[in-house]
């Protein structure tokens, strides 16, 4: 299963908000780039928990890098 790029994602809707004349477009612009950011990490955790369960490491330690502010 091919991976999803949230982050080119994120920074296309990122693009589109500095783009966007009306205020209601780029605060949808805005909400999806933080939307596409946290599905990111989320593909980040999983990714590091099953790297882990292949090494044969406890997968529910949370090692994987934090949500960027």
Excluded: W
């Excluded at 999803?4 to 009306?22: F, G, I, M, N, Q």
């Amino acid at each position: 299963m091919a991976n999803t790029d949230y982050r080119a994602l994120a920074a296309k809707a990122h693009d589109e908000a500095a783009a966007a004349t009306l205020d209601n477009v780029r605060d949808r612009c805005l909400r999806s780039e933080a939307a596409f950011l946290a599905m990111a990490h989320r593909q980040d955790l999983g990714d590091a928990n099953r790297a882990r369960r292949e090494r044969g490491e406890d997968p529910s330690i949370d090692e994987a890098p934090a949500v960027p502010a």
